[in-house]
């Protein structure tokens, strides 16, 4: 396989794990081999790192938004009234 098509295929790969990357929900190699290929590709890194400024962003934003009390009260409730797991 050549270069370019290699790539390509890494390329694809890297970007359908883009949300779990950001999230840190895969495992270390996959991490580490992630953060490789965006090391060597600037597409891919620029992708990636205009995902984080936005997953950044609206955790900001949601950080300083508060449901109302009554909101607060019914997930209370309902977390109180579900049965444990087994």
């Given at each position: 396989m050549n270069l370019k098509?290699?790539?390509?295929?890494?390329?694809?790969?890297?970007?359908?794990?883009l949300d779990n990357y950001l999230d840190?929900?895969?495992?270390?190699?996959?991490?580490r081999l992630i953060e490789k290929h965006l090391?060597?590709?600037?597409h891919c890194a620029a992708k990636f790192k205009y995902e984080a400024e936005v997953?950044?962003?609206l955790k900001s934003k949601v950080r300083r938004i508060s449901a109302p009390a009554e909101l607060k009260n019914?997930?209370?409730?309902?977390?109180?009234?579900t049965p444990p797991e087994t």
């Open positions: 098509v290699y790539t390509q295929l890494y390329c694809k790969e890297a970007l359908k794990n840190r929900e895969l495992a270390a190699e996959d991490i090391a060597v590709c600037k997953v950044d962003e019914k997930i209370m409730t309902a977390i109180s009234d």
